[in-house]
């Protein structure tokens, strides 16, 4: 099991989407600079720590694209790509819970070119996949109905529009963006159904199939919404990378049937937010992703040495580890190897030297999470300094190494600084503060008493440990520094 291969093969997939935009895009006839402002909205990291990370790299991307190739057969008109197109939708339904959505999907491309044979046919193919799908399935105990419209209308608008929630108020921003695109993909199909009236309206080649596409993702969030949006915003979603993708098509959509997007003024303007809104995602989210990969690999070292993870609440690891642990001693599943030894880690706590005051501070945060049926009430702490150690390189990973006093057990958990201001990005080059910034859930750790160390690992394996003034007391239920 190697994640970077997973994230590589996510990664693939979420190219062959944007070919699938490029196809539709270059049947209009269009000059290629035109497209640029497409691939600047998907390869950004705004939605890659939900959508394309590990192990979910193979759950929307791939579904996503076997969407994409469905529709793009069933645009050849022939049988054999008809039935390539089930076979799409039938490994979508087994990749993620809204996968026999595709179908859907392929019915909606059917309908604008008036073909009731086929979509009477994919609709038959639809409920047998969905039959076979329902004789397995297990309700999520997530599931429940919107308390009142406006958080329902608030949560799918935002779904299709989340690609602005990095904004100020992004709750407000993203339904507005999201009811522009879907008002604009109303008026499009509006155009594409006149097919059934006396004088059908022109419509552009690769319309449909980027229709056909937005028409799933508008699906899919209205579900969404139906069935989860009582607990709150659901723009924070693993489902967020269709909202890139519907921008990318409402653009798409935009220069096909409007000449002013088209004017050198007005393209140019676009283009420059495009490069901002593409330069702003990676200084707002390179933190986020850089941060999950040193979580994995802080992971890969406490699974190996104390089968518990950090990445996930302790709850998680115990209902897994009757399947983790015995597939992981088995050999049906490999981490890589971890960035440091335990005995290296040992050494490095038991040689003794001067320690200077490093400033820590344990910082609280009262969380309160909405579940079906209650609110549960969590605690997260920060072990935090921002002066030492040193400012790390932008390419080192940094983490917090725990040793506890009794066991002899240590632990690896994230521990990258925080971000520095703009400005002093700007100015200075610098992308982290000085210093190392870490959370921990309250039953993260068991009781007892835990040696501090910070452990620097560069890129070409290069190791600097700094060892802490203060030690961190575990109860089981909270922590405090000493």
Not at 122 to 129: K, P, R
Not at 417 to 443: D, Q, V
Request: a positive charge; proline letters at 4%; charged letters at 15%.
């Amino acid at each position: 099991m190697h994640f970077r291969f997973y994230i590589a093969l996510g990664t693939l997939a979420l190219i062959y989407i944007c070919y699938f935009l490029y196809v539709n895009f270059r049947k209009a006839g269009l000059p290629l600079y035109y497209f640029i402002p497409v691939p600047l909205v998907i390869f950004q990291p705004m939605y890659y720590e939900v959508s394309n990370w590990a192990l979910t790299s193979l759950q929307h991307p791939f579904l996503t694209a076997f969407l994409a190739a469905a529709i793009l057969l069933v645009s050849r008109g022939t049988k054999p790509a008809f039935y390539g197109a089930i076979l799409c939708c039938f490994l979508a339904t087994f990749t993620h819970g809204n996968g026999i959505l595709t179908f859907p999907a392929v019915i909606f491309f059917y309908l604008c070119h008036k073909d009731f044979r086929s979509a009477i046919l994919t609709a038959v193919f639809m409920f047998a996949c969905l039959w076979i799908y329902m004789s397995g399935y297990e309700s999520g105990q997530a599931v429940n109905l919107p308390k009142n419209a406006l958080q329902f209308f608030t949560s799918l608008f935002g779904f299709v529009g989340a690609s602005m929630s990095m904004w100020a108020m992004p709750e407000l921003f993203s339904a507005i963006w999201g009811f522009l695109i879907t008002i604009c993909m109303v008026l499009v199909t509006v155009r594409v159904a006149s097919v059934y009236f006396k004088k059908p309206m022109e419509v552009k080649p690769g319309t449909i199939e980027l229709l056909s596409f937005f028409a799933f993702i508008f699906i899919s969030s209205t579900v969404v919404a139906l069935f989860r949006s009582w607990a709150g915003s659901t723009l924070a979603s693993r489902f967020q990378m269709y909202a890139a993708l519907s921008t990318a098509i409402f653009y798409v959509i935009l220069l096909f049937y409007t000449h002013w997007l088209r004017t050198k003024w007005v393209f140019r303007a676009v283009l420059g937010f495009s490069v901002f809104y593409w330069a702003y995602c990676y200084y707002r989210f390179t933190g986020t992703v850089a941060r999950q990969r040193t979580a994995l690999l802080a992971d890969v070292y406490n699974w190996q040495n104390n089968r518990s993870m950090f990445s996930v609440e302790k709850s998680i690891v115990n209902y897994g580890s009757f399947y983790l642990i015995p597939g992981y001693e088995k050999g049906y599943f490999r981490l890589p190897k971890p960035v440091i030894e335990k005995k290296e880690l040992d050494a490095m706590f038991a040689k003794k030297g001067p320690v200077k005051d490093n400033e820590l501070y344990l910082e609280t945060w009262n969380i309160h999470r909405v579940a079906r049926e209650k609110v549960e009430e969590l605690t997260h702490y920060f072990v935090s300094s921002n002066v030492s150690p040193q400012r790390k390189h932008f390419w080192d990973d940094r983490f917090l190494a725990m040793k506890n006093t009794t066991t002899d057990s240590t632990y690896l958990i994230s521990a990258n600084p925080k971000i520095e201001a703009r400005k002093n990005i700007l100015t200075e080059g610098h992308y982290y503060k000085g210093g190392f910034n870490t959370m921990l859930r309250e039953n993260d750790l068991g009781p007892g008493t835990y040696e501090l160390g910070i452990l620097d690992v560069s890129g070409d394996g290069g190791k600097t440990f700094y060892r802490l003034d203060r030690n961190l007391i575990s109860t089981g239920d909270g922590y405090s520094l000493r």
